[in-house]
């Protein structure tokens, strides 16, 4: 089999601002309109509520180094899938393709449709099965624009992006101009349960990994991609600390921990009833966001897969007019379809597809972070664009954090880990089995 040739090959065209509208559009979603409750209810108390969501910006910055670190070195569009395979051999990057492409991304494609589709069913009724039709439509759609092209892409994420920036600054500054929240006749006291607040602050920091799926495509990847972590991870922190001190500032520490859904009584106390047909506005445009961001991410990694195994070769073609991986978006969109038929028939979609995806999602991040010590071993002297600092001690925190979330998402999420988990066992014969022997020498 020939590789692509390079008129079929990604185009350098991703400038810093796409790269950070992109980090800022998956990261920056619903989890800042439900989270918080849950952190401050494990917390004991304001000041560690908010060093809370500092950490959690800390550790997305963490590992966000790490990832340029390995994305500049080792630049391409198959992004975690390329440096499994650098560092790990083909069996393991195809039995991480199987997973993103069956459970970890299109999973997350699903339930951020069923958030949209929640929320627009509050504006738009469509009926008993309103909310997973519209969950349904919005992958069509979605899919639709990046099969157009990479420039459609591009130009949704950065409507997208700018307009959740947007909404969720206004909230943020409507919250900290209202009165301030009496203090509480009686402290508030509790030593809370950090270690399971850090879980869920974490949860509302995902999405930051997707960065190096954009390395292939990059103007200048060995200067931008530091460029944008740093950027987008300073643009997400700051946001989410102002939202949560706004989120103080309304109803206090005591409050806030008895909120069932923050988000809507913030707006119902900015401009009454109607806030919550305004939050429902709000949520559905980073709703939609993330859905873009991600849609657009994740066909990169079948675009990967296709190039290195003969039986789905055609899913490595890259499409020179529009400048994208057009079989790998249409084969992503059903398989996201059919988990959102699948999510329709459980009591929560949303909640039956975070915990699919939860357990191999952080089971592979802790792989890739590990590769960064395989490739610093293997290759002392090699030439690096950007190197993670304090190194072993960053990467060495970044695996520990994976491995206690691989850990978390086991012990506390529901039957959807198991379905993901089986979904997962089902592509070992692809991984030992469906390479041809030259495949398993090109690394």
């Keep these: 089999m020939n590789v692509p040739t390079s008129g079929s090959a990604p185009q350098k065209t991703i400038s810093v601002l796409d790269g950070v509208a992109f980090i800022v559009g998956v990261v920056i979603g619903i989890g800042i309109f439900r989270m918080p409750p849950l952190v401050a209810s494990n917390t004991a108390n304001e000041t560690m509520f908010m060093l809370a969501w500092l950490a959690g910006g800390c550790a997305m910055l963490i590992g966000a180094l790490c990832y340029a670190e390995l994305a500049s070195s080792h630049p391409d569009a198959g992004g975690e899938y390329h440096f499994l395979r650098k560092a790990y051999g083909p069996r393991v990057a195809v039995f991480f393709g199987w997973a993103r492409g069956t459970v970890i991304q299109t999973g997350a494609i699903a339930y951020v449709a069923f958030v949209f589709g929640d929320y627009a069913q509050q504006i738009i009724g469509l009926g008993a099965r309103g909310s997973s039709l519209w969950a349904a439509l919005a992958v069509i759609v979605f899919t639709t624009i990046n099969v157009m092209g990479t420039q459609p892409g591009r130009r949704t994420q950065l409507i997208f992006s700018s307009a959740t920036i947007a909404t969720v600054v206004v909230v943020a500054i409507a919250g900290l101009a209202g009165p301030a929240a009496p203090p509480p006749a009686t402290p508030v006291t509790g030593s809370g349960a950090l270690g399971l607040a850090m879980v869920f602050v974490l949860l509302t920091y995902g999405g930051w990994n997707e960065v190096a799926y954009l390395s292939g495509e990059m103007k200048d990847v060995r200067r931008d991609m530091v460029r944008i972590v740093l950027i987008g991870t300073a643009a997400v922190t700051a946001v989410y600390l102002a939202v949560n001190f706004a989120y103080l500032n309304t109803f206090g520490f005591a409050g806030l921990r008895e909120s069932k859904a923050v988000g809507a009584d913030l707006m119902r106390v900015i401009v009454g009833d109607a806030g919550a047909v305004v939050l429902a506005v709000i949520i559905c445009t980073a709703a939609l966001s993330t859905l873009n961001a991600t849609i657009f991410t994740g066909a990169r990694t079948y675009y990967a897969l296709g190039r290195d195994m003969p039986l789905i ?17 249409l084969l992503q969109g059903a398989i996201a379809l059919t988990l959102v038929i699948f999510g329709a028939f459980t009591r929560d979609g949303f909640a039956t ?5 939860a357990p191999v999602f952080w089971f592979f991040l802790m792989l890739v972070a590990i590769s960064l010590f395989v490739f610093r071993m293997r290759e002392p002297a090699a030439s690096r664009p950007f190197s993670v600092p304090l190194y072993p001690i960053l990467p060495g925190l ?10 978390s998402s086991l012990a506390y999420t529901g039957y959807g880990s198991l379905v993901g988990i089986g979904i997962l066992a089902l592509g070992a014969p692809l991984a030992f089995f469906g390479q041809s022997s030259e495949d398993e020498k090109r690394i």
Aim: proline share 6%; aromatic share 18%; hydrophobic share 50%.
């Design 313 to 329: 070769r055609k899913l490595g073609v890259w499409d020179p007019v529009r400048d994208n991986p057009a079989n790998a978006f």
């Design 353 to 357: 597809m975070v915990d699919y995806t």
């Design 398 to 407: 970044f695996v520990a954090l994976c491995a206690y979330l691989l850990y």
